[in-house]
């Protein structure tokens, strides 16, 4: 009999206890407490797992970043020659006294520095007239000319563009001429003799 009465003061008092904790234990948990033993978190092992998947994915991802950062420079490399090709038949249409021009200066210029001239005929943007875009270094050489009344008159040119860093900004070099063929050096120079596929 006494064991049952010790029996049911405990049940009682266990009911009283989880009424009147029962406030005490929520206002807790809205304040941003845990109770002891419920505490959440990641244990060494599982965060240790986490860390060694993202290195993985990023020995995976880095290299292939890379490559199609340098695809996308020698695509920007050839669409940059092609604009190079139409400026150079603007200029000839617009001075054809002079023909072709030798620079990227006299290709390029400041529409706000005034009307252009062959100095400055203002047909490039400034990034590509500048001479460095997209991790390409672009030129205008082997100018042919012929003087015509005193005036020296370019009568055929060949543009390159070659990468800053060979293998890291682009693997190829690329040339056009004023026949508008855009060829290729597989070495990353000028020596372009590949047609483009």
Do not use: H
Not at 62 to 86: D, V
Not at 107 to 125: C, E, I, R, V, W
Request: with cysteine.
């Amino acid at each position: 009999m006494k064991d049952s009465i010790t029996l049911e003061r405990l049940v009682r008092y266990r009911d009283w206890a989880l009424e009147t904790d029962e406030p005490r234990v929520r206002r807790r948990r809205q304040a941003g407490f845990t109770l002891p033993g419920s505490e959440a978190g990641f244990t060494l092992m599982e965060l240790l797992i986490v860390i060694s998947i993202m290195l993985v994915l990023m020995l995976i991802a880095i290299p292939n970043f890379a490559k199609m950062r340098i695809q996308a420079n020698q695509t920007s490399a050839i669409q940059s020659l092609r604009a190079i090709y139409s400026a150079q038949i603007q200029f000839q249409t617009n001075y054809p006294a002079n023909g072709f021009a030798c620079s990227l200066a006299a290709l390029g210029g400041d529409p706000k520095s005034g009307a252009p001239t062959p100095q400055s005929a203002q047909f490039l943007q400034g990034d590509l007239s500048s001479g460095q875009k997209s991790g390409y270094t672009f030129n205008i050489v082997n100018c042919t000319k012929v003087t015509v009344n005193n005036q020296d008159q370019y009568t055929g040119y060949e543009a390159t563009a070659v990468p800053q860093a060979v293998g890291r900004t682009g693997q190829n070099g690329y040339c056009i001429d004023q026949q508008g063929e855009v060829r290729a050096d597989p070495s990353g120079g000028t020596n372009c003799t590949q047609p483009l596929q």
